[in-house]
């Protein structure tokens, strides 16, 4: 869900004149239409209008669609008389629409990236699979009818990507070769129960899914034998598209060589606190040894679930004793064991119900357990990743008073724009502002070993945000990228490599940090403007509930001005 830019000619014209009611009409129309066209988000958000329906990349839907997003365009620009809330939303939507026709026009992903082709089928079952929003029958009919459009979506692939860069070719390979195991075993597994001995409702799914492992095998070969040595594309979208898709995405124009200064500027600031804290912990070891030395302190297999739960209550009540945050109630998410056929590639997880959704309304905080055919030593080393002083920082992000927290507040959300609109520079930077806040506020009394884990989460945002700007604006290659998180973020080179390529696809990763220090310039305005009436608490309270819309945009609601975010 994408973002949005409004000319200050015409916000003087909106703000002449009072309520629109075509204006409601015109969010309506375009919300439905965000719908249809992303079935397996809407699935997400609660919206069960569109469960039957996979994404539809054919040349003709692209080309219906950058219509339909013109025509849209060209409407909006011509409205008047919108009241405040409603010139919020409006900068939202034309920003969203001018970023999905960068991406489809100019980026134009789905001409060189096979893996969201690969990626979305899963990821659209999957979504039918985990939440109990309707009986597992009901939801299985929905899964057949996807899994039926598997094969269309592999067409599509083959149709449109010609060129790509080899490193989005080696990654939907392995993604495909994954997918093939999903369908054949997870899916085969969840659908068996799923069916409650329907004999009809058996062969039906047997041979949708049949028919979609036989697609994404034909994917895995047409990748290997004929996308991979034809794949000789470049994966930098340039300065200019970059500064684009910060402006329409994020809300943010400042220059690019600024922003990299920004970037560069935190890199090394949080780099020599990283080394400073690893030393006052044990001198004798490099800080890699001192930060890999924490995870000794890590629950049992019998304890892990337990100890997430006891986790959870200490940060709340630190939350409520130090007045943190105004919670707006006493919500909690259910911690449980990641599902099954979820655990691939995930050990900590927020899964929080869309802000539509009325009937599976739980939110469930994921961990995932060791596997019970593991041997000892295999155990011990996933049961080290969720050592205390990461688990209390990975709690912090995903729950309190991290996503999950949000997610608490969306029933305040004032519009239907900023109830399904996400901004990722507003979302992952407040929780990535909510690791460093919370310490900086004393959670655990300034323990050493829980600051090196939030300076480890810190340094790996930060190695994303530099990175992520010269790939693809400064010639960098993914294995010079992957030397800056290992040297300055102290990764392993595997995942160093991951990160790096990562950056390849996912050019404007660097949201975490961006949005952490565009919330810490707006909480030093905000106190300043409230003087000796300001209150930690209720700024965050104020942020949280306007929803995860452009930072740019509270700092109007809040300060009532677009000064400096940076």
Known sequence: MRRVWLSVPLVAVLTACGPSTRFNEFEEEYWSKWLRANPSVATGVGVHDYDALLEDFSQAAVARREDEL?????????????????????????????????????IQSWKSNPMMYIGTPGGAIDALMKRNFAPKAKRLEFVVSRLQEVPKVIAAMKANVANPPKEFTDLAIRMAGGSIGFYKNTVASWAKDAVGGDPRLTVWFDNANEEAVKAMMDAVKWLKTDLLPRSKGAYAINAANFAKKLRYEEMVEVPLDRILAIGEANL??????????????????????VMASISNDHPTEADLIPATRRTLLSIRKFLVDKKIIDLPNDGYPLVEETPP?????????????????????????YVTPPEKEWDAKHKEEHLRLYNKPVMDIITIHEVFPGHFTQFLFAPQFPTKTRKLYSCSSNAEGWAHYAEQMMLEEGFRNGDPKIRLAQLSEALLRDCRYVVGIKLHTQGMTVEQGARVFIDKGFQEP??????????????????????????????????????????????????????????KLIRRILLGEDGQTL
């Open 70 to 106: 013109k025509k849209m365009l060209a409407t909006l620009q011509n409205m008047n008389g919108l009241s405040s809330d409603q010139l919020i939303d409006g900068e939202i939507l034309r920003s969203a629409i001018r970023a999905e026709l960068l991406e489809l026009q100019t």
């Open 494 to 551: 595997a995942n160093a490599y991951e990160e790096s390529r990562r950056g390849a696809y996912n050019p404007t990763y660097l949201y975490y940090t961006l949005g952490k220090l565009q919330v810490y310039k707006l909480r030093e305005d905000y106190k300043k403007a409230k003087g000796a009436d300001f209150k930690l608490a209720r700024f965050h309270a104020d942020f949280v509930k306007q929803g995860a819309i452009p930072i």
């Open 341 to 365: 056929y979820a655990r691939s590639g995930t050990f900590a997880s927020m899964d929080s119900p869309g802000a539509y959704e009325t009937k599976a309304t739980e939110a469930f905080y």
């Open 268 to 289: 090394e600031k949080d780099y020599k606190a990283f080394i400073e804290t690893a030393r006052r912990i044990d001198p004798t070891k490099t800080p890699a040894e």
